[in-house]
């Protein structure tokens, strides 16, 4: 049975703004959740105006979205102002660090090449970086009273290095895939590296967003200094100081304290010069986040909880998400899930939809994660999976690579054309399209149109050069283009 939708967003008649209430969908039996196991938690009405300007894909006009009373989707009691303003002068967050990746050497005796806390040099360490800044805890953010956004993902660091086709062969490694790795398998990959240059980095889908983020928030263009912070799980080995001095220099503070005797949990990028990428991810400590009274407080002092579905592997991480986001919303903020990978969901379908049907009010996807999600084959369209995700999920956000985008509301998706750049690099254009949809909802973007092509252009920029990370004055100017695009109503 279909779901029944407003007849002002099915067939618009008129060009002129017209604002309507969405209220909740009658959901039948069978179309209450794709595996048809359980009803998703109801979502209170969203009040929209609407713009008829024709359709692109199927998809009619712009919906923009308006503040009410009702507890719902961008209007929650956030510590400051969203009304868009320009402010070319005042204080500014120190400068993130500029260079995230540090060029390294294998140490050619390590026997078997795996990271051990007991060696007297940290080959991983920036040359930058003191010991005090590797070692010491996160005060310069103690005085902060609500965090913007709040991550909760995967600790990660990143080793990438080029290799030949023959070095992946040798290793038993089907070139292009993304495989789990134990620690000995781990070792055995990084002694065949021995004497060889990679790059190391504090890596990870959510720590790109968040970075990204922190960069466009780093100036008041358009809105106050943002605070953006991430919790997680780490060692207490040289890795886990790189990471958190890493994003401590990017204005990201890593809030959670190093588990004792923990090994931090590591990726290898392997790039054939075909631009193909072999990943070999070692968990380590990355996937346990255990939800105690330290998580909690920092929960009830933010704006926005954002998931990183990379997390959705462990039962009792399942269960800490869970606690997350439900004191998320008990404490007013809004809670986002990005859906992270395809076998990931796969494995943890269920799980994925108790997080996403009941307590998510956004969804980062890529086309095939989102076709993931709703149970479709490849035949389906990115349109008709952000379709049917909206009407679970208040604010839908598809990336469909070069094709554009989607913004899916309420059974209606908002088609955004791609942002022109020259591809360099699309690793992390996903995760800085979050960080664009992220940043406009904290600056008072309420167009969806709009919060698309913004999104757009962050991915752009990102597209458009060599490494995942935005850059801090490309943050800066595309913020300062944004405020003053956003004090005019156009984007």
């Given at each position: 049975m279909p779901i029944s939708l407003p007849?002002?967003?099915?067939?618009?008649?008129?060009?002129?703004?017209?604002?309507?209430?969405?209220?909740?969908?009658?959901?039948?039996g069978a179309l209450c959740h794709p595996s048809n196991s359980h009803f998703p938690k109801p979502r209170s009405a969203i009040l929209f105006h609407h713009h008829s300007h024709g359709t692109k894909n199927g998809?009619?006009?712009?919906?923009r979205l308006c503040c009410s009373q009702t507890h719902h989707l961008m209007s929650r009691n956030f510590s400051h102002s969203r009304k868009p303003i320009i402010l070319r002068?005042?204080?500014?967050?120190p400068e993130a660090d500029s260079e995230p990746e540090v060029e390294v050497s294998t140490p050619s005796s390590s026997a078997n090449s795996s990271v051990s806390a007991s060696t007297g040099d940290d080959p991983f360490r920036d040359a930058s970086e003191s010991d005090s800044e590797v070692e010491e805890d996160d005060e310069g953010f103690g005085d902060v009273e609500r965090w913007d956004v709040l991550g909760l993902g995967q600790a990660m660091v990143d080793f990438s290095g080029v290799v030949d086709e023959e070095f992946l062969e040798g290793l038993g490694l089907e070139k292009g895939?993304?495989?789990?790795?134990?620690?000995?398998?781990?070792?055995?990959?990084?002694?065949?590296?021995d004497g060889c240059s990679y790059k190391a980095a504090a890596g990870g889908s959510l720590s790109n967003s968040l970075v990204a983020l922190a960069r466009l928030g780093s100036q008041p263009a358009g809105g106050p200094v943002l605070n953006v912070a991430m919790a997680g799980s780490v060692?207490?080995?040289?890795?886990?100081?790189?990471?958190?001095a890493k994003l401590r220099r990017a204005s990201v503070n890593f809030l959670s304290a190093p588990v004792k005797d923990g090994t931090t949990g590591t990726v290898i990028v392997l790039t054939t010069p075909d631009a193909q990428r072999t990943m070999l991810a070692y968990q380590g400590t990355s996937s346990t986040v255990n939800y105690?009274?330290?998580?909690s407080s920092l929960i009830s002092k933010t704006n926005i909880l954002v998931v990183e579905g990379y997390l959705f592997e462990l039962p009792d991480t399942i269960k800490a998400i869970t606690q997350a986001c439900k004191d998320a919303h008990s404490h007013g903020a809004l809670v986002a899930v990005t859906a992270s990978d395809v076998s990931c969901i796969e494995r943890h379908y269920d799980d994925f939809w108790e997080i996403i049907g009941n307590y998510a009010d956004i969804i980062f996807a890529n086309s095939d994660e989102a076709r993931a999600l709703c149970n479709f084959s490849l035949k389906e369209s990115p349109v008709s999976a952000t379709r049917y995700l909206s009407h679970f999920i208040p604010l839908v956000s598809v990336t469909d690579g070069p094709r554009g985008s989607y913004i899916g509301v309420r059974g209606e998706a908002v088609y955004v054309p791609p942002s022109p750049c020259v591809p360099v690099d699309t690793c992390g254009a996903g995760d800085a399209y979050a960080s664009g949809v992220l940043y406009g909802i904290l600056r008072g973007v309420s167009d969806f149109k709009d919060l698309g092509t913004l999104a757009a252009r962050v991915a752009a920029v990102v597209v458009g050069q060599q490494g995942t990370r935005l850059r801090i004055q490309d943050a800066v100017e595309l913020a300062e283009s944004f405020a003053f695009h956003l004090q005019n109503s156009t984007i």
């Open positions: 007849t002002q967003i099915l067939n618009p008649t008129s060009s002129s703004s017209t604002s309507f209430v969405i209220g909740l969908p009658q959901f039948s998809c009619s006009g712009h919906f002068a005042g204080s500014t967050r895939t993304r495989k789990l790795v134990n620690h000995e398998e781990r070792g055995k990959v990084l002694q065949a590296m060692g207490s080995d040289p890795l886990g100081g790189f990471y958190r105690d009274s330290g998580l």
